[in-house]
């Protein structure tokens, strides 16, 4: 475990939508995140990974209030975020700023790029014209572009350079976490590499703190340091990634894992494939017990009825499962064990 | 399902013969080749991987081969194109709009846009049984719920009159497999059918292919930038760059021993969940520009073993490195590349 202080520390983070049911029925509230908690410790990478619809997009925007969270709380280096009046939440996004999938929308087509990047720092930073220009020039060079490309505006680029600078974007006022979401599902394999390895360069020089969301698993076990999985608006399982990759105690990692395809036939014949039978339960219709046994192969009377607790899994991190509490009694375990009685633990 | 086919099947077995297919698109700068010699054949049963990156030609071939190319802005010529002996050069548009459904399938990878929103789901799977099979209103209605029941959506006869808005991107692309299906074609040609789709809906979608096909024995060409989807559901693989196929090959001998540096380049880019892995590797630069194709090989520029001999004249011819393996690289017999394990 990492001894100092959560740079980001999320608390029982709610989220809940009202979308407007049909007319003159009663309106239905969703909590699409409910109840999540996690840390982000200064310099680590946290993946945040799960089917579409588990609530990873909006808990990267209800920590950044771009949705108002109805419940929780959200401590970034100590201050509280939620509840922060709009001016003072402005000021703290300085230290805490977002990438998303498609650069094509998140830049203003009709803006030079240098207006672009030096909007950011316009907010704040307190620098002149001629020191904003200088800035953006070394930014679009720490990204890896000319800096002249400045004077350009967003459609003369390609989808990698468009990545590259909205991250110049987000890193213009030095903020100490990037939360990135989806930002290289949108491109081809060697432009992915590209930018990830920036990424990378990045939380090195810069001392970047990032929080990952994305449904690449292999991307995801490249970058991160830890993982956090989630399910229909829940944290079921997190851990350090390669514990979590190499030996996932939740069924339902051990699913999601099992369905990614592996660039090699001959491993691929050979693994055991385990197919989730239909799509995510609807979050306006959570089942009871644990969420997730309506899918799940090891599913006992118990999961129908009560709702699990977390505990820890042996190696790093927590596991939200009725089988390491009753039942088979895995206490922390590999769910693999009850597949292959000698698969190997992570110690 | 088998994978020992070799690469040039007899007749008798063949489903697909392409001889030479070119395709150019007319650009400002007048006409320019996407799609530049492409020849291969398909067996009966067998699954056909193209894999390569974006622009690489490799969805226009199948789309010209369907005949779905826009007539005015495309020149579309081929040597040889015949489906199971019948020449389909020799069809006019309407003979191909009858190709298409009962002989030649397409799955696209945006369910959304393929439906029309605007007609029922079960409409849209019974207007082909009645266009194509000629079946009567209720007749057709009925078809359409077994292949929806086919498929795997849940209470087919209730989703039958509900609109693709209803279903989720999963439901919606088992909708397109049963449009597909409807007439059992000869061919499906799926370009990336399951790219949209959350991981668990694509093992879904992927297992559901695979039985289809073992059920009618037909012939499956899946287009894809994903090699973990290739290593799960092909039997052979083409590798396309730059409107060219590059290399081809049996799957097992294309991932443990690829015979082109671009292959081996898209080998060591994917990252591999299985394993740790330090630095991602990537091919360097981008793949040409339409119309401004380099000399000599057209990866040279970006490869990391070329040799002055690359660099100039025409591209490289594809050659046979094996009974059922062939390259576009001039120094395959020097090279050493390295595949996956």
Redesign the interface.
Known sequence: MIETEPLLDVRDLQVTFSPRKKMFRERVSLRAVDGVSFQLYPGETVGLVG??GCGKSTTARGLMRLVEPSGGSVTLAGRELLGLPANKMRKARKDIQMVFQDPYSSLDPSMLVLDSIAEPIDVHLDLDRAQTVERVGALLQRVGLPAEYMYRYPHEF?GGQRQRITIARAIAADPKILVLDEAVSAL???????V??LLEDLSRDADLTYLFIA?D???V??ISDRVAVMYLGQIVEHGDV?RV?DAPAHPYTE??????????????RSRE?I?????PPDPSKVPPGCRFHTRCKYAMDVCRTVVPLPTPTIGSGEVTCHLHTSGPQLAGASVRELTTPHAAVVG | MTRTLPLDRPAATTTLEVEDLVVEVLTENGWATVVDGVSFSLGRGETLGIVG??GSGKSVTCLAIAGLMPPRQTRVRAGTLRLLGQDLTALDQRQMADIRGPRIAMIFQEPMSSLNPAFTVGDQIAEVLRRHEGLSRKASKARAIELLDRVGV?NPARRFGQYPFEF????RQRVMIAIALACTPDIIIADEPTTAL???????I??LLRAIQREHGMSVIFIT????????VCDRVLVMYAGQIVEGAL??EL??DPQHPYME???M??????Q??E?????PG?PPQVGAMPAGCRFHPRCSYTREQCTHGDAPALEQVGPTHTTRCLRHPELTLRG??
Request: zero cysteines; hydrophobic letters at 40%; aromatic letters at 2%.
């Open positions: 089917e579409s390609s081809d394999v060697s432009t992915q590499n590209q990830i390895g449904h698993l292999s991307v076990r490249h390669d990759f699913a999601l894992l099992s369905a990614v395809p592996l660039p090699s036939p001959k491993v691929q494939r197919v989730l039978a239909g799509d | 990156e974006s849940p989720s991107g999963g439901m959350d991981v668990t809906v694509q093992a879904q992927l297992e930038h994903d090699l973990g989807v290739v290593a799960d799957l097992d991932f443990e380049g898209l080998l880019a994917m990252p591999r969940m299985d740790v892995s630095a991602l590797v990537s091919i981008h996956t394990t």
